[in-house]
């Protein structure tokens, strides 16, 4: 493999850890630190998906005064993003600028998707909790299928490129960017944790009743975690969109749900070293696989897809079996009050 | 184009049926289990491929392979419940981890049904996906033989479940085992093998729904996962809690489908059908957030439930 | 060698330590009491027997047969019965399923006669064989309770504060009909009580259990007369 590729292939890894990282950190403030069962993640991740693929050309028509000439944005899609990526070609910030502007589109949709979420969460126990939320998650991609002026329906639209500017270096820009926003979603998170309120939320994982009787507001606790989470979520979502260039309603609970809690199992569920463990892990190894998969297409009478499904159950079975408190089992949390060790 | 057509209601019916099949299977490994089972899934889509094995290549009539469908899928749920469930509640993991274990499963049998329905096309040379079988049926009074058969395996499913479970001595052993492992343990009940044959009995059931679904509609390896809303729906509106709440469950949820959005759709427009899986989200999501019991939880069912 | 030996088991759930060395014995046809005060282990030490805690160290005899790790599920058919505490019921079948369930476990040459039989101890309970057992009053649940156990025929019983929350007249008739079980059909019973004075009334043993360890072991007659131990951990005497 001459150089180049290996720097593509890479730079790639990257983004798509960056991306995975900022949803994951989503999921583990729900599901690691409160202990939600978040089976929806898909529902605040595709909401960002799609807020991008409905918001992002016509933001970008919006700022830059681009002349839609009466063309619909569906219809139209290719021609007025074409017209924008002129203007994010042409200037950085006109690029960092309509992401901006699309993080917050992302950022407000995943803030009321969460809301929603946390409705059933207020009385319902895990497990009907856990199904409530898994039916949220497919009702957003069905309505990306069925409502075409959302998203163009099954062939989706495509969405302006923020990263234009950077003309051949277009790849190493967009995982530069990726990279220092997963890197603020993880701090923001590590930094949560440490607040009241993310003690609160580990005290209603651990012990509800007791948490409880401490006083705490419960429900208005567990609504931040949700929303928080879905938050993130929805700006992983968007930024995944942006990254890849166009979005299909393709969000299914394998991608953004299943695989995600993979992850956080794999690095270990409740520590957030854990998160990042194992999002990277995760990819690595899938990567690897995926290299190694095609050279047994053609030699295998199925498709070596299929190969991909059996690994990853297999994987889950395998940790939760062997290895439940995943590679980073949760350390306490130090709050600066332990006695010094009697060495006197 | 009239709001009410008979032929309507002859489809709702199978699908009721086919759904009560796959529901009530839910509950029950629920009630047993305390965990609602994604791998009911992929129970359904192996048992659809067993019985289209047992078509293509031996050319059996395609409703002689439902007992084989039966035993096939509940054998291999007892995989799923001994190598991977009974480890994780031995060692008292939580819902939340159980219910990943068997969304694991689902996942690791979609690989190996995809494997398989891929190399059954290689070997057979016959096309494995988008499977329909229907013009295999039989034709009785203007109506396609599914419509018998399926409506006739859920009532006798339904009585053989009844008689099974309130009438012999296993039945007591089993919903003893429901409610108290412990004090069922105590008096000498093996809960975990009646708990295995709940699973094979659930699974059972699922696989004989799935070797039906190519007869009205067509089978492929995602059929499961396009089902999985429905049979949870199912079972929620039925009561998670009530056994034979998911045949009112399945009725419901098929009258609400395929009448309702048919008749809808008729009034308002076709793309109205585009939406329809969100009919099974949303009615789960309502019966969840107005009354998680469901329909077997409300008092005229306790009266007459056990 | 006495018919059940306890040997210096160490016993608790998960983490938690709860029995400490704990050592008795039942010999054939006694009726032996296990008091203390409340979270001393003694329905630890109970599951202890039936595998419903974990066993760390130590040993359970019963007629000759090892049952430290014998399945739970095997228990009752080696000839032990537990009248568990709380939760000793099925609630969603009927008192006759109940029976019937027991006995056929059991696995006894007949058993409708062993479900009359039972019902011979407790004739209450005959008007409700149709009923839902949670339809029961707690005095007759405790009934059905302890017949679900007996209709085994078994040859040790373990009760478990079978008088819990019980008005006066039913402690006094459960207690009564302990002993009778033990004097008339020779069942070998430990009994786990907080009514102190009516269980020594018929034991032929008692222990006293406190903080997971055996701190007194001897006849009714010693520990009535041992006034320090009673007052620290059994309060006044109980009526």
Same mark, same amino acid.
């Given at each position: 493999?001459?150089?180049?590729?290996?720097?593509?292939?890479?730079?790639?890894?990257? $983004?798509?850890?960056?991306?995975?990282?900022?949803?994951?950190?989503?999921?583990?403030?729900?599901? !690691?630190?409160?202990?939600?069962?978040?089976? #929806?993640?898909?529902?605040?991740?595709?909401?960002?998906?799609?807020?991008?693929?409905?918001?992002?050309?016509? &933001?970008?028509?919006?700022?830059?005064?681009?002349?839609?000439?009466?063309?619909?944005?569906?219809?139209?899609?290719?021609?007025?993003?074409?017209?924008?990526?002129?203007?994010?070609?042409?200037?950085?910030?006109?690029?960092?600028?309509?992401?901006?502007?699309?993080?917050?589109?992302?950022?407000?949709?995943?803030?009321?998707?969460?809301?929603?979420?946390?409705?059933? $969460?207020?009385?319902?126990?895990?497990?009907?909790?856990?199904?409530?939320?898994?039916?949220?998650?497919?009702? &957003?991609?069905?309505?990306?299928?069925?409502?075409?002026?959302?998203?163009?329906?099954?062939?989706?639209?495509?969405?302006?490129?923020?990263?234009?500017?950077?003309?051949?270096?277009?790849?190493?820009?967009?995982?530069?960017? %990726?990279?220092?926003?997963?890197?603020?979603?993880?701090?923001?998170?590590?930094?949560?944790?440490?607040?009241?309120?993310?003690?609160?939320?580990?005290?209603?994982?651990?012990?509800?009743?007791? $948490?409880?009787? %401490?006083?705490?507001?419960?429900?208005?606790?567990?609504?931040?975690?949700?929303?928080? !989470?879905?938050?993130?979520?929805?700006?992983?979502?968007?930024?995944?969109?942006?990254?890849?260039?166009?979005?299909?309603?393709?969000?299914?609970?394998?991608?953004?749900?299943?695989?995600?809690?993979?992850?956080?199992?794999?690095?270990?569920?409740?520590?957030?070293?854990?998160?990042?463990?194992?999002?990277?892990?995760?990819?690595?190894?899938?990567?690897?696989?995926?290299?190694?998969?095609?050279?047994?297409? #053609?030699? %295998?009478?199925?498709?070596?897809?299929?190969?991909?499904?059996?690994?990853?159950?297999?994987?889950?079975?395998?940790?939760?079996?062997?290895?439940?408190? !995943?590679?980073?089992?949760?350390?306490?949390?130090?709050?600066?009050?332990?006695?010094?060790?009697?060495?006197? | 184009?009239?709001?009410?057509?008979?032929?309507?209601?002859?489809?709702?019916?199978?699908?009721?049926?086919?759904?009560?099949?796959?529901?009530?299977?839910?509950?029950?490994?629920?009630?047993?289990?305390?965990?609602?089972?994604?791998?009911?899934?992929?129970?359904?889509?192996?048992?659809?491929?067993?019985?289209?094995?047992?078509?293509?290549?031996?050319?059996?009539?395609?409703?002689?392979?439902?007992?084989?469908?039966?035993?096939?899928?509940?054998?291999? *749920?007892?995989?799923?419940?001994?190598?991977?469930?009974?480890?994780?509640?031995?060692?008292? *993991?939580?819902?939340?981890?159980?219910?990943?274990?068997?969304?694991?499963?689902?996942?690791?049998?979609?690989?190996?049904?995809?494997?398989?329905?891929?190399?059954?096309?290689?070997?057979?040379?016959?096309?494995?996906?988008?499977?329909?079988? *229907?013009?295999?049926?039989?034709?009785?009074?203007?109506?396609?033989?599914?419509?018998?058969?399926?409506?006739?395996?859920?009532?006798?499913?339904?009585?053989?479940?009844?008689?099974?479970?309130?009438?012999?001595?296993?039945?007591?052993?089993?919903?003893?085992?429901?409610?108290?492992?412990?004090?069922?343990? *105590?008096?000498?009940?093996?809960?975990?093998?009646?708990?295995?044959?709940?699973?094979?009995?659930?699974?059972?059931?699922?696989?004989?729904?799935?070797?039906?679904?190519?007869?009205?509609?067509?089978?492929?390896?995602?059929?499961?996962?396009?089902?999985?809303?429905?049979?949870?729906?199912?079972?929620?509106?039925?009561?998670?809690?009530?056994?034979?709440?998911?045949?009112?469950?399945?009725?419901?949820?098929?009258?609400?489908?395929?009448?309702?959005?048919?008749?809808?759709?008729?009034?308002?427009?076709?793309?109205?059908?585009?939406?329809?899986?969100?009919?099974?989200?949303?009615?789960?999501?309502?019966?969840?957030?107005?009354?998680?019991?469901?329909?077997?939880?409300?008092?005229?069912?306790?009266?007459?439930?056990? | 060698?006495?018919?059940?030996?306890?040997?210096?088991?160490?016993?608790?759930?998960?983490?938690?330590?709860?029995?400490?060395?704990?050592?008795?014995?039942?010999?054939?046809?006694?009726?032996?009491?296990?008091?203390?005060?409340?979270?001393?282990?003694?329905?630890?030490?109970?599951?202890?027997?039936?595998?419903?805690?974990?066993?760390?160290?130590?040993?359970? +005899?019963?007629?000759?047969?090892?049952?430290?790790?014998?399945?739970?599920?095997?228990?009752?058919?080696?000839?032990?019965?537990?009248?568990?505490?709380?939760?000793?019921?099925?609630?969603?079948?009927?008192?006759?399923?109940?029976? /019937?369930?027991?006995?056929?476990?059991?696995?006894?040459?007949?058993?409708?006669?062993?479900?009359?039989?039972?019902?011979?101890?407790?004739?209450?309970?005959?008007?409700?064989?149709?009923? +839902?057992?949670?339809?029961?009053?707690?005095?007759? /649940?405790?009934?059905?309770?302890?017949?679900?156990?007996?209709?085994?025929?078994?040859?040790?019983?373990?009760?478990?504060?079978?008088?819990?929350?019980?008005?006066?007249?039913?402690?006094?008739?459960?207690?009564?009909?302990?002993?009778?079980?033990? /004097?008339?059909?020779?069942?070998?019973?430990?009994?786990?009580?907080?009514?102190? +004075?009516?269980?020594?009334?018929?034991?032929?043993?008692?222990?006293?259990?406190?903080?997971?360890?055996?701190?007194?072991?001897?006849?009714?007659?010693?520990?009535?007369?041992?006034?320090?131990?009673?007052?620290?951990?059994?309060?006044?005497?109980?009526?």
């Amino acid at each position: 493999m001459i150089l180049q590729d290996v720097i593509l292939f890479a730079l790639e890894l990257f $983004a798509y850890i960056a991306i995975y990282l900022i949803v994951n950190e989503g999921l583990n403030i729900q599901l !690691g630190v409160t202990g939600v069962t978040q089976f #929806g993640l898909v529902f605040s991740v595709s909401g960002g998906a799609f807020t991008a693929g409905y918001l992002a050309t016509r &933001l970008g028509v919006w700022v830059f005064h681009v002349n839609t000439g009466g063309l619909d944005f569906i219809n139209g899609n290719i021609v007025l993003t074409t017209e924008v990526n002129s203007f994010t070609k042409s200037q950085p910030l006109n690029g960092f600028f309509l992401l901006l502007l699309v993080l917050i589109a992302a950022a407000v949709v995943g803030a009321v998707l969460g809301i929603i979420s946390s409705v059933p $969460a207020i009385n319902l126990r895990a497990d009907y909790l856990g199904i409530t939320l898994l039916a949220f998650g497919e009702i &957003l991609n069905t309505f990306g299928t069925a409502y075409t002026p959302l998203i163009g329906g099954p062939p989706g639209v495509i969405v302006p490129d923020v990263w234009a500017w950077a003309g051949g270096s277009r790849f190493a820009a967009s995982t530069l960017t %990726l990279m220092v926003l997963a890197g603020v979603a993880y701090l923001y998170i590590e930094y949560v944790i440490r607040t009241p309120l993310g003690r609160t939320l580990r005290a209603i994982r651990d012990n509800e009743v007791a $948490a409880q009787s %401490l006083g705490k507001n419960l429900p208005r606790c567990r609504l931040q975690a949700i929303v928080i !989470g879905s938050v993130l979520a929805s700006m992983g979502g968007a930024l995944f969109v942006l990254y890849a260039g166009s979005v299909t309603p393709s969000f299914t609970r394998y991608t953004w749900t299943f695989i995600p809690w993979l992850m956080l199992l794999l690095g270990g569920l409740g520590s957030n070293v854990g998160t990042l463990v194992g999002t990277t892990a995760w990819f690595t190894i899938y990567d690897l696989i995926l290299y190694y998969k095609y050279a047994l297409q #053609g030699v %295998l009478p199925f498709d070596v897809v299929w190969l991909n499904y059996l690994l990853l159950g297999v994987v889950v079975m395998l940790i939760l079996i062997f290895r439940p408190q !995943g590679l980073i089992p949760e350390k306490p949390l130090r709050t600066g009050r332990e006695k010094k060790s009697s060495t006197q | 184009m009239a709001l009410f057509e008979p032929i309507t209601v002859a489809q709702a019916l199978i699908f009721a049926s086919l759904l009560s099949l796959m529901g009530v299977g839910v509950t029950l490994l629920y009630k047993t289990t305390k965990v609602p089972n994604f791998a009911h899934a992929s129970f359904v889509t192996l048992g659809g491929y067993v019985n289209f094995s047992l078509i293509a290549a031996f050319h059996w009539n395609p409703y002689l392979g439902l007992p084989v469908a039966f035993v096939v899928v509940g054998g291999e *749920s007892l995989l799923l419940f001994f190598l991977v469930l009974e480890p994780l509640r031995k060692r008292k *993991s939580s819902v939340a981890l159980l219910m990943i274990a068997t969304l694991a499963w689902h996942i690791t049998l979609l690989g190996f049904l995809g494997a398989y329905a891929d190399s059954l096309q290689t070997f057979l040379r016959v096309p494995t996906r988008n499977v329909v079988l *229907s013009y295999l049926d039989f034709t009785f009074g203007g109506l396609p033989g599914i419509f018998f058969v399926s409506i006739t395996v859920t009532l006798v499913a339904a009585v053989a479940l009844y008689f099974a479970i309130e009438r012999t001595t296993i039945g007591i052993a089993l919903r003893a085992s429901m409610e108290n492992q412990n004090l069922a343990e *105590s008096v000498g009940i093996n809960t975990t093998r009646m708990l295995g044959i709940a699973w094979f009995l659930a699974a059972g059931l699922a696989g004989v729904a799935g070797a039906l679904l190519p007869m009205w509609t067509l089978l492929n390896t995602s059929s499961g996962d396009t089902l999985i809303a429905a049979m949870f729906c199912v079972s929620i509106v039925g009561g998670l809690e009530t056994l034979y709440g998911a045949f009112a469950g399945g009725v419901i949820l098929a009258l609400a489908q395929i009448v309702g959005t048919t008749m809808l759709a008729n009034l308002v427009g076709v793309w109205l059908t585009g939406y329809e899986p969100v009919v099974p989200l949303l009615l789960m999501s309502i019966v969840l957030l107005t009354n998680p019991k469901g329909v077997g939880g409300m008092s005229v069912w306790k009266r007459l439930k056990r | 060698m006495k018919m059940f030996e306890i040997s210096l088991l160490n016993s608790g759930y998960g983490k938690l330590h709860i029995l400490n060395d704990v050592s008795l014995t039942c010999g054939t046809g006694d009726l032996v009491a296990v008091l203390g005060p409340n979270g001393s282990g003694k329905t630890t030490l109970l599951n202890s027997i039936f595998g419903f805690a974990d066993i760390f160290s130590g040993a359970i +005899r019963f007629d000759g047969q090892d049952l430290t790790h014998l399945a739970s599920n095997k228990i009752s058919g080696r000839g032990v019965g537990y009248t568990m505490q709380i939760y000793n019921i099925f609630s969603a079948l009927t008192v006759g399923e109940n029976l /019937r369930i027991s006995a056929a476990m059991a696995h006894v040459p007949d058993p409708k006669k062993s479900v009359s039989n039972a019902l011979e101890i407790f004739p209450r309970l005959k008007n409700f064989l149709d009923r +839902r057992a949670d339809t029961l009053s707690g005095g007759e /649940r405790q009934m059905l309770a302890m017949s679900i156990t007996l209709v085994k025929g078994p040859k040790l019983m373990l009760l478990d504060e079978p008088t819990g929350g019980l008005s006066p007249l039913y402690t006094s008739k459960i207690i009564e009909t302990a002993g009778q079980i033990n /004097r008339d059909l020779g069942v070998s019973i430990i009994l786990v009580e907080q009514n102190v +004075r009516k269980a020594l009334e018929v034991a032929k043993k008692a222990y006293l259990l406190v903080s997971g360890k055996i701190i007194f072991e001897g006849t009714p007659s010693e520990l009535l007369a041992k006034e320090d131990l009673l007052k620290l951990y059994l309060g006044a005497m109980r009526v």
